[in-house]
């Protein structure tokens, strides 16, 4: 008998396929990382495939990895960490994505998957200088 969470990992795998770039269980939540080229295209798949119906962004937040770790930490610098939630599954995902230019890190707005990313992306730009790319008032809060 398989349980939510594999059930969960199986239809975003399925819906992600080789996009996907890493999965990780832990601590009873499911955590994807996708490439910056694919983040876009991935996010309307994940809110319009039936197998997924991720149609709540309840989180947006920037994260800078130049400390994580004791300052060991070998990747990107800044990345965007999204909570998705969808109510007909009942199911919660983590979708991480890295920057790929730490000296200008820019990555596609989510503004047209779910109109409440404006305001956490917002807050990634002020705090983090994390640019996106479509949104239509990306100021300082």
């Known amino acids: 008998m398989t349980t939510k969470l594999e059930n969960l990992e199986s239809a975003v795998k399925g819906v992600i396929g080789e996009r996907l770039v890493q999965s990780q269980l832990a601590l009873g939540e499911l955590t994807v990382v996708v490439s910056a080229k694919d983040y876009l295209q991935v996010m309307f798949d994940l809110r319009d495939n039936a197998?997924?119906?991720?149609?709540?962004?309840?989180?947006?937040?920037?994260?800078?990895?130049?400390?994580?770790?004791?300052?060991?930490?070998?990747?990107?610098?800044?990345?965007?960490?999204?909570?998705?939630?969808?109510?007909?599954?009942?199911?919660?995902?983590?979708?991480?994505?890295?920057?790929?230019?730490?000296?200008f890190p820019v990555l596609a707005s989510l503004i047209d998957v779910w109109t409440t990313a404006n305001w956490y992306e917002r807050e990634a730009f002020d705090f983090f200088g994390v640019l996106f790319d479509g949104h239509p008032d990306l100021r300082r809060i």
Do not use: K, M, P
């Open 51 to 103: 197998a997924t119906q991720f149609d709540q962004l309840i989180d947006l937040c920037g994260v800078d990895y130049s400390t994580y770790g004791d300052g060991i930490w070998e990747g990107q610098r800044f990345a965007v960490v999204s909570h998705l939630l969808s109510l007909a599954h009942n199911w919660r995902l983590r979708v991480r994505v890295f920057a790929e230019d730490d000296e």
